[in-house]
């Protein structure tokens, strides 16, 4: 069953989900999505696990700026390692999808030791490119100008494959169509400035799960294959028929390779 849950704090309140009990997995999301994209993961959450998946400041129930004065995406980490505290988790798996793997290395960096596993799927350790970050200006003058639906618009022929069920595609329309705008822009600026993480990698000494769509059209696999091979201690799994939300186009692979990867750490 999974449980709604937020927490008031100083600076803004923090929205999850959870389900399960045990040892502590923290699934990150991806933009402009929120919380809700690992419903498919919290129905199959192994016994001994527990999953918890917050939102983003300014996504799904999250609102304010929790960190005292941090921005970009420091400001999400920070919220996330507050969310910790607030559970009393020491350590966890942190599991990031695209912007929530970039989220997840802003994590690494400011609290290693409180990984205790890293799972990164379908998202890149560089920083934008000059054409990247041009992208990200003409996204933020069609989110001023059309508003977030018409960000779905254009984002979802890269965020699923063409084979994607109808469903599915109306139902992650939906998800970016009711987004914050105000929070949408922090996120493009966040991920616009966010620094290039690749000289990182040979520092993450936990176990780590790298997985990617085989279709991914944001971050491909040559980028999932290069992080894994400069984490010491990483495996890769190519989803099928899969695009960049592989978690919710092939949620039974997807789940199925997270549960052995934590079955195999317990
Ligand atoms: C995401 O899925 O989080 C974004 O597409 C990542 C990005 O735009 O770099």
């Not at 100083?10 to 999505?33: N, Q």
């Not at 978690?247 to 934590?262: G, I, K």
Request: charged content about 20%; some cysteine.
């Amino acid at each position: 069953m999974v449980r709604e849950r937020e927490l008031e704090t100083p600076g803004g309140r923090i929205a999850w989900i959870e389900a399960g009990a045990g040892w502590p997995v923290v699934l990150l999301h991806a933009f402009p999505l929120h919380s809700s994209m690992w419903l498919p993961q919290l129905a199959r959450v192994p016994d001994g696990w527990r999953f918890i998946a917050p939102d983003f400041p300014g996504f799904g129930r999250s609102a304010g700026f929790l960190d005292g004065g941090r921005r970009g995406l420091d400001a999400y980490a920070a919220a996330v390692g507050g969310l910790m505290d607030a559970l009393e988790i020491d350590a966890a798996v942190i599991a990031g999808l695209s912007m929530g793997g970039y989220v997840a290395f802003a994590l690494h960096r400011a609290l290693s030791a409180r990984f205790s596993g890293l799972v990164l799927a379908d998202t890149r350790a560089q920083a934008d490119t000059p054409a990247g970050r041009d992208g990200r200006v003409r996204m933020r003058e069609l989110l001023a100008r059309s508003g977030p639906a018409a960000v779905a618009d254009e984002m979802l022929p890269r965020l699923l494959s063409s084979g994607a069920d109808a469903a599915l595609v109306a139902q992650v329309r939906d998800t970016i169509a009711g987004a914050d705008p105000a929070g949408i822009d922090a996120a493009i600026l966040a991920m616009m400035d966010r620094p290039d993480s690749t000289a990182d990698l040979p520092h993450i000494s936990c176990g780590t799960l790298v997985l990617v769509g085989k279709e991914d059209a944001i971050t491909s696999v040559a980028d999932a294959d290069a992080m894994q091979r400069a984490i010491p201690r990483a495996t890769l799994t190519v989803v099928p028929h899969a695009g960049h939300l592989s978690n919710l186009e092939q949620p039974d692979t997807f789940s199925r390779a997270l549960a052995d990867f934590l079955i195999a750490r317990a």
